[in-house]
């Protein structure tokens, strides 16, 4: 059995933040000592749809993306602020 820790996790690029550019920003977070961004946006006209974007601050490339329903924001952002997460 080797020595899981010692081993180089590749992680899956999903996509670049550029692909984003055209979606409506809702809300932006930094995170202190952290190398990510979080971001909620939207490209549903209604805004009803928000996208949870997750990327790497200075390459872009993101990381996660996760998918919520408007009525579920406020709860989203209240426990990111409580994660630690500061809005920009």
Avoid: C, H, Q
């Avoid at 820790?5 to 996509?15: A, T």
């Avoid at 055209?22 to 971001?39: C, N, Q």
């Amino acid at each position: 059995m080797g020595n899981y820790y010692n081993k180089k996790v590749e992680e899956k690029v999903i996509k670049n933040i550029s692909e984003f550019s055209d979606y409506k920003e809702i809300a932006k977070f930094e995170k202190p000592r952290s190398p990510r961004t979080l971001v909620f946006l939207t490209n549903d006209p209604d805004e009803w749809f928000i996208d949870i974007i997750y990327y790497k601050t200075k390459s872009g490339i993101v990381t996660t993306e996760e998918y919520i329903i408007a009525k579920d924001l406020p709860d989203w952002i209240r426990w990111k602020e409580g994660l630690g997460w500061k809005k920009v």
